[in-house]
């Protein structure tokens, strides 16, 4: 009787406030907890700076080295295929002693840099100047497409026959394989450049000229430069090719009279001063950039980290 009292009074209180029962049978879903990103050690940290970064390439390129020649020593490797570490820094410490390495290098860099110099500013300007007449653009457009489609190093022979086989042949193979490419990256940026900016100055009396120079060069400006980059190593390969066609001198000329006698470590020291010189002169490209253009350094350094 006593139980069925309080039953009859629970139900009674239940009916009175029907909020409290719904609360209790509704709960609040619980917030999401956020994890807090970990921060990374003190190793972490001096890893990822521009010293940390240069120590760990080098250790790899150390680590690398060292197991190549532990390869050879131990017979893994055949020296005569692959070449030897220590024979790479024989020939190349008697290069250099001898003059013959300097003498060379800088026969390649000069033509890699007058044929870059060339092809990219006469490729630029013509890219650019396809932007004042859309009909000349159209019209041009296919055979800009014929050309490109060629690979540049099928025409070495024929720039060898025009231009002989000095110096003039390496620098005209290093403009044939730059100044296309920048034509069609100057062009490119031309026409992406903004349009509403352009209708604008053109709305306010502005001359065709008067808009060129103020949008179309800085728009296409970040774009010329970042195709530097890719002309640097075209031209670095119109060189070469051209000295491994015909030549007295140069890198290509060295990588190539040694592997006709099948002397891979002198090979590889040509390569390697290659890898160096093109690591050098597209630094300096970026140093320029960032003296040219030092908006997008700190565009770059703002990026969230992911």
Not at 8 to 16: A, P
Not at 31 to 48: L, W
Request: glycine share 8%; hydrophobic share 55%.
């Amino acid at each position: 009787m006593a139980t069925q009292t309080l039953k009859t009074s629970e139900v009674l209180q239940t009916s009175q406030n029907p909020k409290s029962s719904s609360a209790a049978s509704v709960r609040p879903a619980k917030k999401p907890v956020a994890r807090r990103r970990a921060k990374p050690g003190a190793f972490a940290r001096a890893a990822d700076t521009t010293l940390g970064r240069g120590v760990i390439q080098l250790l790899a390129v150390a680590v690398f080295f060292l197991a190549w020649e532990i390869a050879v020593r131990a017979g893994w490797l055949t020296e005569f295929l692959v070449g030897a570490p220590s024979g790479i820094w024989r020939v190349f410490l008697a290069s250099m002693l001898d003059g013959s390495l300097p003498v060379d290098t800088w026969y390649t860099v000069i033509e890699a840099i007058i044929g870059f110099l060339i092809g990219t500013l006469l490729g630029s300007l013509a890219g650019l100047g396809l932007w004042y007449s859309a009909f000349v653009a159209r019209l041009v457009e296919p055979f800009i497409v014929a050309i490109n489609s060629v690979p540049k190093i099928a025409l070495a022979p024929i720039v060898i026959l025009w231009f002989g086989t000095g110096f003039v042949s390496k620098v005209a193979l290093a403009v044939s394989l730059t100044a296309l490419v920048a034509l069609i990256a100057a062009y490119q940026a031309a026409r992406d450049a903004d349009p509403d900016l352009q209708a604008l100055l053109a709305s306010m009396g502005a001359s065709k000229n008067r808009i060129f120079k103020s949008v179309i060069v800085p728009s296409t400006l970040p774009a010329i430069i970042g195709m530097f980059r890719i002309n640097i190593g075209f031209a670095l390969v119109g060189a070469v090719v051209g000295e491994f066609i015909s030549s007295q001198r140069g890198l290509g000329h060295l990588i190539y009279s040694a592997s006709s006698l099948y002397d891979l470590n002198t090979v590889w020291v040509g390569l390697f001063v290659l890898m160096f010189v093109g690591f050098l002169l597209y630094h300096v490209i970026d140093f320029a950039e960032r003296r040219i253009l030092p908006w997008r350094q700190i565009n770059t350094a703002g990026q969230v980290q992911v």
